[in-house]
């Protein structure tokens, strides 16, 4: 099975900063993109970044300039390094990604479980 397990999250105040881990494990032969969605109680969930596999990024605009996604395809992870945080980026980070299984000519989407980022003010 494939399996995606987030890190990095906890309690910072504003203004500060944390760097998000995301790495993929499993009988993988591809991953296509990757991304970061966050969630509160309530409320959908929202995409924050994407990145695919030749490296080209996409921002919510409310992170954009703050938040900066990138990919170590060498270990199968993805980071999410968040600057400036707000009060407001408090929620559930949740790790997805595309990957294509060893047979199939075909992506598939992968979740985490999702780590709690908690913005204090």
């Known amino acids: 099975q494939v399996q995606l397990v987030e890190s990095g999250g906890g309690l910072v105040q504003a203004g500060g900063s944390l760097r998000l881990s995301c790495a993929a494990s499993?009988?993988?032969?591809?991953?296509?993109?990757m991304g970061w969605y966050r969630q509160v109680p309530g409320k959908l969930r929202e995409l924050v970044a994407t990145?695919?596999?030749?490296?080209?990024?996409n921002y919510a605009d409310s992170v954009k300039g703050r938040f900066t996604i990138s990919r170590d395809n060498t270990k199968n992870t993805v980071y999410l390094q968040m600057n400036s945080l707000k009060p407001e980026d408090t929620a559930d980070y949740y790790c997805?990604?595309?990957?294509?299984?060893?047979?199939?000519?075909?992506?598939?989407?992968?979740w985490g479980k999702g780590t709690l980022v908690t913005v204090s003010s």
């Open positions: 990145i695919t596999s030749s490296g080209t990024t």
């Open positions: 499993g009988t993988i032969f591809s991953i296509n993109a």
């Open positions: 997805n990604a595309v990957i294509v299984r060893p047979g199939l000519l075909y992506g598939m989407n992968y």
